[in-house]
Antibody, heavy 114, light 107 residues
Framework: EVQLVESGGGLVKPGGSLRLSCAAS????????MSWVRQAPGKGLEWVGR??????????DYAAPVKGRFTISRDDSKNTLYLQMNSLKTEDTAVYYC?????WGQGTRVTASS | SYELTQPPSVSVSPGQTARITCSGD??????AYWYQQKPGQAPVLVIY???ERPSGIPERFSGSSSGTTVTLTISGVQAEDEADYYC??????????FGGGTKLTVL
């Protein structure tokens, strides 16, 4: 079964850090371009960033609001995608989804609040 | 920055046809994707590459494209189709962009 499972969300104080993980199964993870998308409470979907497959260079791109604070990485040996979030702001509060080729995880909730 | 524009809401009666539009300058050059999202659930892909329907998606869902506008059409709307719908495409650098979402209400 094709599946993405996010983990690592939680409550963090503004200025703090958090690392999210996304475990993939049921498809060839190493060939996939992986993205993170978030959804703030009551709001729409917002693209966070993407990492290409190593075959295609393994490069990353980020949305303007997170550039310089968030880092996407991957471990193809573990079929796992990561999102390192630093200098968190209250406006980063959202459900974070990993996605590729129409497959979405169930999301993990991040709350940045004092 | 590049934007995709959707109507905030669309309402139809059961059995009627719902059409949700998405406008953006790059749509003639970039593929569009449509997602359905029900409360508390992850998005589900219902249309990809403007007009293609993934396996498992009912045939009443279809997509079309004309110039700078793409349209999601749901024929014979059912109560279970009530949800938020988002279009998604990319700008010239490959950065994803989402429309603001359309709430479909089945009266």
């Amino acid at each position: 079964e094709v599946q993405l499972v996010e983990s690592g969300g939680g409550l963090v104080k503004p200025g703090g850090s958090l690392r999210l993980s996304c475990a993939a199964s049921g498809f060839t993870f190493s060939n996939a371009w992986m993205s993170w998308v978030r959804q703030a409470p009551g709001k729409g979907l917002e693209w966070v960033g993407r990492i290409k497959s190593k075959t295609d260079g393994g490069t990353t791109d980020y949305a303007a609001p997170v550039k310089g604070r968030f880092t996407i990485s991957r471990d193809d040996s573990k079929n796992t995608l990561y999102l390192q979030m630093n200098s968190l702001k209250t406006e980063d509060t959202a459900v974070y989804y990993c996605t590729t080729s129409g497959i979405w995880g169930q999301g993990t909730r991040v709350t940045a609040s004092s | 920055s590049y934007e995709l524009t959707q109507p905030p809401s669309v309402s139809v009666s059961p059995g009627q046809t719902a059409r949700i539009t998405c406008s953006g300058d790059a749509l003639p050059k970039q593929n569009a994707y449509w997602y359905q999202q029900k409360p508390g659930q992850a998005p589900v892909l219902v249309i990809y590459k403007d007009t293609e329907r993934p396996s498992g998606i009912p045939e009443r869902f279809s997509g079309s494209s004309s110039g700078t506008t793409v349209t999601l059409t749901i024929s014979g709307v059912q109560a279970e189709d009530e949800a938020d719908y988002y279009c998604q495409s990319a700008d010239s650098s490959g950065t994803w962009v989402f429309g603001g979402g359309t709430k479909l209400t089945v009266l």
